[in-house]
């Protein structure tokens, strides 16, 4: 591979903000829920490379030949891989994607097709674009790529305030998850956070069920969080975590008293049941961690009897889509009233819209 930015390249990323900001000279853009990818091209040579710098390559065959059929013959361009599923993008799917199995990995490629989402332009032929502003690198994706393909497109953009205030409403129901903002004069900085991103953020009540440890030691690493169906079964739906370390310490105190007899009628019994380790932890149903196979994923059953508050951003299907952040412990509440009533379903909107821009 010829090309004047080689792989690896880590992405440039974005810092979070509560609100959109409205100075003069930004362009905005709706935020993708895929994978990052920045797409390598020197003629029939692709890679497709990931924010951990890990090629992604392997897993999405028909990628790379979408890129062949929609992209300069030499060219680096930033952007996101996505599974588009009906009228939204589906994240599931997309984690399914990431397989071993080669068989398994060309089945998923034709049963859950992936598609290329084009944001920026880091070189062309013999030309590094690193350093020239961004408003000039978005204008020539657009010329390089066109209107794109079925399976490549190019991210709407715009520069007013209120239309992108409106993507941030309106595109949520489409699968994505914000919008980010990018100064028109900024040059790509790999692994800086020079744009920012503004995301959903919503609150929510739920039981605590489990905890598992902290890699570092005898401390908390995370709570295993369950919201109740109608049905009147706890549903597992994700996990708090992202705690001060004095914080985890002292969590393993406080929940010390939920341990006595957990088991005993725990609504998470038969996953416990499945398999143990030799300290009589229990693991997760799908414990196996699809990106990093060594990680434990070893639990401590709780009684259900804790109420939290977390803040998250979105649900992917009946789960949380990101980690949960622990706000306050809910003493007020009775474990049966957290279902996923409280939670708020976005407005379905038609992806088919997003693509066109």
């Known amino acids: 591979m010829d090309l004047p930015v080689l792989p690896p390249v880590k992405p440039m990323l974005a810092k979070a903000a509560t609100k959109l900001p409205t100075t003069e000279g930004l362009y905005y853009e709706p935020k993708w829920d895929g994978f990052r990818c920045i797409v390598f091209r020197d003629g029939d040579e692709v890679e497709l490379g990931s924010r951990n710098e890990r090629p992604l390559t392997r897993y999405f065959p028909e990628v790379v030949e979408a890129v062949k059929a929609a992209l300069p013959e030499r060219c680096v361009i930033d952007g996101e891989i996505v599974v588009p599923q009906g009228d939204r993008l589906h994240f599931e799917a997309l984690l399914q994607r990431i397989h071993p199995a080669q068989s398994r990995v060309d089945l998923l490629a034709e049963q859950t097709p992936a598609s290329f989402v084009a944001f920026d332009l880091l070189a062309i032929g013999d030309e590094s674009l690193m350093e020239v502003p961004f408003g000039e690198r978005q204008a020539r994706l657009r010329e390089v790529i066109g209107k794109g393909t079925e399976s490549v497109h190019v991210t709407a953009i715009t520069q007013d305030a209120e239309v992108a205030q409106r993507w941030f409403q309106e595109f949520e129901g489409a699968g994505l998850d914000g919008v980010v903002a990018k100064p028109a004069d900024l040059p790509y900085g790999p692994d800086q956070r020079l744009m920012t991103k503004v995301k959903h953020v919503r609150t929510a009540d739920c039981v605590v069920a489990g905890f598992r440890w902290h890699k570092s030691g005898p401390i908390v690493g995370s709570l295993l969080l369950g919201l109740y169906n109608d049905a009147g079964d706890l ?123």
Not at 285 to 298: C, E, I, M, V
Not at 326 to 352: G, I, K, N
């Open 235 to 357: 549903q597992h739906i994700g996990v708090a975590a992202s705690f001060p370390m004095a914080r985890r310490a002292e969590l393993v105190e406080e929940l010390a008293p939920y341990r006595a007899q957990a088991l005993d009628g725990h609504p998470w019994q038969d996953w416990a049941n499945a398999e143990t380790n030799g300290e009589g932890e229990h693991r997760m149903p799908g414990a196996q961690s699809r990106w990093n196979a060594g990680k434990d994923l070893s639990w401590v059953p709780l009684r259900p009897e804790l109420v939290v508050e977390i803040k998250y951003d979105q649900l992917e299907g009946r789960r949380l889509r990101h980690t949960g952040q622990f706000l306050r412990w809910r003493t007020d509440r009775e474990p049966r009233s957290c279902t996923y009533d409280q939670l708020e379903v976005p407005v379905r909107y038609d992806l088919a819209e997003v693509f066109a821009g």
